[in-house]
Nanobody
Framework: QAQLVESGGDSVQGGGSLRLSCAVSGITYSKYSMGWFRQAPGKEREGVAAIGRSTWYADSVKGRFTISRDNDKNTVYLQMNSLKPEDTAMYYC??????????????????WGQGTQVTVSS
């Protein structure tokens, strides 16, 4: 059974940086596309970044966030720079087997982690 465990969330001031990690077990990680999503209170969960054969980013984070993966460590990362208060949310990683048509859409993904909280103050 797949297990995804996020870490790295914290409270930071605007302009700061964080790196989130998602450790994956129970699946053949290298065969899965991975995504990072976030959900702020009262809002729907939204796609932030994804990595498969390519990388994709939400417009709101392009140029500030970078997704990467280490297939030896079964881990996907989200480097977040120039953080803004509007980046405050619970961040989730997700996994789906193979390639997908819409990498930033929640319905594409099969497995989800429990989330890690990111809070950015102004």
């Amino acid at each position: 059974q797949a297990q995804l465990v996020e870490s790295g969330g914290d409270s930071v001031q605007g302009g700061g940086s964080l790196r989130l990690s998602c450790a994956v077990s129970g699946i053949t990680y290298s065969k899965y596309s991975m995504g990072w999503f976030r959900q702020a209170p009262g809002k729907e969960r939204e796609g932030v970044a994804a990595i498969g054969r390519s990388t994709w980013y939400a417009d709101s984070v392009k140029g500030r966030f970078t997704i990467s993966r280490d297939n030896d460590k079964n881990t996907v990362y989200l480097q977040m720079n120039s953080l803004k208060p509007e980046d405050t949310a619970m961040y989730y990683c997700a996994a789906v087997f193979g390639s997908i048509a819409f990498p930033l859409m929640t319905y594409e993904y099969t497995y989800w982690g429990q989330g890690t909280q990111v809070t950015v103050s102004s």
